[in-house]
């Protein structure tokens, strides 16, 4: 039996045998050129997907370092801002007990006169013995008055017989010393010399030997 094309059956199936092979080598040609098309283009992406990555990575690494160095400056200016906070807080309280120590300064200097004459007053009517109660009165007062001044904080110069110190004495006179051991030293009080919390608030007029 012969075909149209004046082919036998034995002959068309020795025809189908060599294209089947011939025809399965074009496919797989075929895939392989379409694999090898596709294989580029995804190393491609990857790179560039590493690519992307790596410059957001970097873009948070820098912002991760501008907010640690706004944070270190912060700090610095927060620290020096309490250093200075608390510098000006113990200024401030130092300088308010200061004044609460010497508020009163000014009362008790304009009283120092009045001081000095009762200790006049006192001395003088030491010798004359029909005043002896008058005398006892008086120094009464004296003593209640010079107490509550030292209440205050008033603390009186201890000055004869004491080497001169320009920083709590006025030299209003100096003498020929007696001896030598009185060279440079306080031999006479003019005038008491006073301190308020330790500052002084009137030098003691004194005279010295030389």
């Known amino acids: 039996f012969k075909s149209k ?24 040609n075929v895939n392989s050129q379409a694999e090898n098309q596709e294989t580029p283009c995804a190393e491609e992406q990857l790179k560039e997907f590493r690519k992307e990555k790596k410059k957001k990575q970097d873009k948070h690494e820098e912002e991760i370092k ?14 020096r801002l309490y250093s200075e906070f608390d510098n000006y807080r113990k200024r401030t ?19 120092l006169p009045v001081l000095d004459d009762f200790e006049r007053a006192m001395k003088s009517m030491e010798a004359d013995e029909n005043s002896r109660h008058f005398r006892e009165g008086t120094e009464l007062i004296y003593n209640k008055f010079k107490s509550l001044l030292e209440q205050k904080g008033l603390k009186k110069m201890e000055s004869i017989n004491q080497d001169f110190n320009p920083d709590i ?17 306080v031999i006479d009080e003019v005038e008491k010399g006073y301190c308020l919390h330790e500052k002084v608030i009137r030098f003691a007029k004194v005279v010295v030997a030389q």
């Open 5 to 28: 094309k004046g082919m036998s059956e034995k002959d068309m199936k020795e025809q189908e045998n060599v294209n089947t092979p011939n025809q399965a080598e074009e496919a797989g």
């Open 66 to 79: 501008e907010l640690k160095e706004k944070l270190s400056e912060s700090n610095d200016k927060f620290l």
């Open 93 to 111: 309280s130092k300088e308010r007990l200061d004044l609460l120590k010497t508020a009163s300064e000014e009362m008790i200097v304009a009283m």
């Open 169 to 185: 004495h006025e030299a209003i006179a100096q003498i020929p010393a007696p001896d030598e051991n009185s060279k440079g030293k």
